[in-house]
């Protein structure tokens, strides 16, 4: 053939190419004795794979014996995606707050807060607080309540009745005392931290946020497990009427709220939505 000589087209079924040709592969004599690459059970004429051997989304991967018929998809409570809503910014909203911010004071501590005041929150101590009278009481009980069997079984009548009277005014202590714990108050307003106590003499102690030089909580480790603190408040001044203050709960919320209207009491403002410049005119 010479060069200027055109090339004479293939065949028709010669040298074709083998994707192009029945016989090859999965049709060819050698497989046929293997049902695995037998052709009906591994493609289908069409140009996608069969649904029976291929994948469906109910039934999966042919040959894959898990069971995916009861599979759900994760479902997620507005509680939990709360902490990655943004603000339109696309920013999250930062970490959610244990501790809501209160609107209105207690009658309790109303009558300690002056107009232009404005009331943050409000916080009992923690329960732990009570450990000591309820442990008396409970003891006595138990101790006083024994004694009085004991003593009514050896017809002392007398001291059966002392160990009553005395088991009432262990009994009647302790109501005391988690009377004053229900009326003792840690309180945070925009200006000062208060500490109101006492029920027939009332005491109220505080500090001005400006004067707090120094602040922070001491946690131990049962207060890390039932999250309570003590807090320590240093001042530039010597005599400070608020120093410690024990028991009180969350102490790592109640510390930021406090740093928060310390260093930024703008932010408070705008989260409560108020006008600070408006309402302190």
């Not at 442990?135 to 007398?158: C, E, P, R, V």
């Not at 009745?161 to 840690?186: E, G, H, P, Q």
């Not at 500490?195 to 001491?218: C, Q, S």
Request: proline share 7%; net charge negative.
């Amino acid at each position: 053939m010479g060069p200027a000589e055109p090339r004479q087209p293939r065949e028709e079924g010669e040298h074709r190419p083998q994707e192009e040709d029945d016989a090859f592969g999965y049709n060819d004599p050698a497989f046929d004795d293997n049902p695995e690459y037998a052709r009906s059970a591994a493609y289908s004429d069409s140009t996608a794979y069969a649904g029976e051997t291929g994948y469906t989304p109910a039934a999966g991967y042919a040959g894959d014996d898990r069971d995916t018929s009861e599979y759900q998809a994760p479902v997620f409570t507005p509680e939990e995606l709360e902490g990655l809503d943004d603000d339109g910014s696309g920013v999250p909203g930062g970490p959610r707050r244990v501790l809501p911010l209160e609107d209105e004071p207690t009658t309790l501590v109303s009558r300690y807060l002056f107009p232009t005041e404005r009331y943050r929150g409000e916080w009992k101590r923690h329960w732990i607080h009570l450990s000591g009278p309820l442990g008396i009481g409970a003891g006595a009980t138990l101790l006083l309540g024994y004694l009085a069997g004991f003593l009514s079984k050896q017809d002392i009548n007398g001291l059966v009745t002392t160990a009553v009277l005395l088991w009432l005014a262990v009994i009647s202590w302790v109501a005391w005392k988690v009377f004053d714990w229900y009326f003792d108050r840690f309180i945070l307003t925009n200006k000062r931290v208060m500490v109101v106590n006492g029920i027939v003499t009332r005491k109220v102690a505080m500090m001005p946020l400006l004067r707090v030089t120094d602040m922070k909580y001491e946690q131990s480790a049962l207060g890390r497990l039932l999250s309570y603190g003590t807090f320590v408040l240093e001042s530039a001044g010597q005599d400070q009427a608020l120093r410690e203050v024990k028991h009180l709960p969350n102490p790592n919320e109640l510390y930021l709220r406090v740093v928060e209207e310390m260093y930024e009491p703008q932010a408070v403002e705008a989260r409560l939505g108020k006008d600070g410049d408006g309402e302190d005119a």
